[in-house]
């Protein structure tokens, strides 16, 4: 593989004709003579900037620990309550949030080839239309920091392979080398030059912090950018920084009603196959949480650094920030420790959003997907998003008075492979539809799941064998509409049209 020399410097020559055109236009209408002290590129192009965090296995409720975003995001922003990712495993939702598409239309289902992975989203020629070669075919300047797609940097059969590749729609390229790399070093491809990085000199995600803050004080005035900056944190093994390795030392786990749910025999075999969690389990799982909220400062602090160095460059009232992750994970709700499975604590993602006109402080209840990422950020720039795309963008939930009728329902998919890891083999494909009362699942074997959430908020007691008829026939007719479904018929299935 190699970068796309010819493409991108065809790119770059577009980006700047477009740029002297529309610097022609406005200095034609007399635009820019009325703000001599903005710096002319700002005032020719008054695009919003996007900074995009996207967190790797942040469960919502790691927030409460995350005092900075929470001050600078949370407080100056919207918070959305019921966010979502409709595949819970990182490569399918990346594809997702890149894409605007469910996995049945991506079909990048797993980590790792042939059903997904890296391999698995180049070989079917994906990388050529992302929310990346969107907003560079529109002029925006587009730089990725951090994780990518997993197995990027490692060969099909999962070897350390690094690579200098650079998908298209990138004008910057600071991509993670492998997976969760080793615990002295780590290496970066950055713009197509591999640097090995010593965890000893800095911690990753202080690098990408400080990648981040250049870019910005280099390409400020400039163009409108795009920073899609994804940290390892706080994924397994939760490496953090050594200022962070004395917090959260007698931090309890987070114990729901669900957690280590003594009575599985509700629920479908594969969770009735799991023995309750031993007291050596429990305390390894306390220790990774411990290690997870260490690895959140470095992030939260990141937050502060990022908002900061906007707001010194002039560019923070003209950027929406976004915070998310790409999934959740459990961390013994139903005895489970791994992602993938439908019950709430893994497909529930935080979403913090500030930007122009986005009120201050408020939370939104509507159901936000990881496929509405993408063409959000596409309405932002101005750009109409392919008819693939699935999502819709969360900008009217964005205003003062947002509208009365959203989707009512959303799909979470689930295919394991055998050559995944063997905890997702463990879960049976599925098909689940979420309303806002109801978790209805369907399982290859048969098995079905239903959870009334008013009811039973923490997903203890199904009651598929004692639910109406009608209501069951209901949710199965939603669901089925919505595992086939495509671009504007999604959005009409969610609505329940
Ligand atoms: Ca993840
Ligand atoms: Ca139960």
């Keep these: 593989m ?15 004709l477009a740029l002297f055109a529309l610097l022609g ?70 594809a997702t949030i890149l894409r605007g598409q469910y996995t049945h239309n991506h079909h990048v289902w797993v980590n790792v080839p042939p059903a997904g992975g890296f391999w698995n989203f180049y070989d079917q020629g994906l990388e050529s239309s992302t929310i990346a070669t969107w907003l560079d075919d529109a002029g925006y ?27 298209p729609g990138w004008d910057r390229w600071y991509a993670w080398e492998g997976a969760y790399p080793s615990a002295t070093t780590y290496d970066i491809n950055e713009n197509g030059r591999i640097v090995t990085y010593q965890r000893s000199e800095i911690h990753d995600t202080d690098l990408h912090a400080r990648t981040a803050e250049d870019f910005i004080r280099t390409t400020a005035g400039g163009a409108p950018f795009f920073m899609y900056l994804s940290p390892n944190a706080p994924h397994h093994p939760s490496y953090f920084a050594p200022r962070h390795a004395g917090m959260f030392t007698d931090t309890p786990l987070p114990r729901p009603s669900s957690f280590n749910e003594a009575d599985v025999s509700d629920k479908p075999q594969w969770v009735r196959n799991k023995p309750r969690l031993s007291s050596t389990e429990i ?5 990774f949480y411990r290690k997870r909220l260490r690895a959140l400062q470095s992030l939260d602090e990141m937050v502060e650094r990022l908002v900061t160095t906007l707001g010194q460059t002039g560019e923070l009232s003209n950027t929406y920030i976004v915070f998310t992750s790409d999934n959740g994970i459990y961390l013994g709700e139903h005895r489970l420790t791994e992602k993938a499975a439908a019950y709430n604590a893994a497909p529930r993602i935080p979403l913090l959003i500030r930007g122009p006109g986005v009120p201050s402080g408020v939370t939104r209840s509507q159901m936000a997907l990881n496929n509405d990422l993408a063409p959000t950020f596409a309405r932002w720039a101005g750009v109409t998003p392919p008819g693939f795309v699935d999502g819709r963008s969360l900008s009217p939930l964005l205003s003062a008075s947002p509208p009365s009728s959203w989707r009512t329902a959303f799909l979470v998919e689930h295919r394991r492979s055998p050559e995944e890891y063997g905890y997702v083999s463990a879960i049976p494909h599925y098909d689940a539809i979420r309303t806002s009362q109801y978790n209805y699942v369907e399982y290859e074997t048969g098995e079905k799941e239903l959870y009334d959430l008013n009811a039973d908020p923490t997903e203890l007691t199904n009651i598929y064998a004692s639910a109406s008829p009608t209501l069951i026939a209901n949710l199965k007719a939603r669901l089925d509409a919505l595992k086939t479904c495509a671009g504007t018929g999604c959005r009409t299935a969610e609505n329940g049209g």
């Design 283 to 287: 305390s390894n799982l306390t220790n």
């Design 2 to 16: 190699r970068v796309d020399l010819l493409s991108s410097m065809r790119r770059i020559v577009l980006k700047r």
């Design 25 to 94: 236009v406005m200095v034609g209408m007399g635009l820019t003579a009325s703000r001599p002290d903005t710096g002319l590129a700002q005032a020719a192009d008054p695009r919003p900037n996007i900074v995009f965090i996207l967190a790797d296995d942040l469960r919502a409720s790691d927030l409460d620990y995350m005092p900075k975003t929470n001050s600078f995001l949370a407080n100056q922003g919207v918070k959305f309550t019921k966010a979502w990712v409709t595949r819970s495993l990182c490569c399918p939702s990346r």
């Design 141 to 167: 300047d587009t730089i990725l920091i951090g994780k990518y797609l997993n197995r990027y940097g490692l060969d099909r059969a999962g070897n350390y392979a690094p690579t200098t590749h650079r998908p």
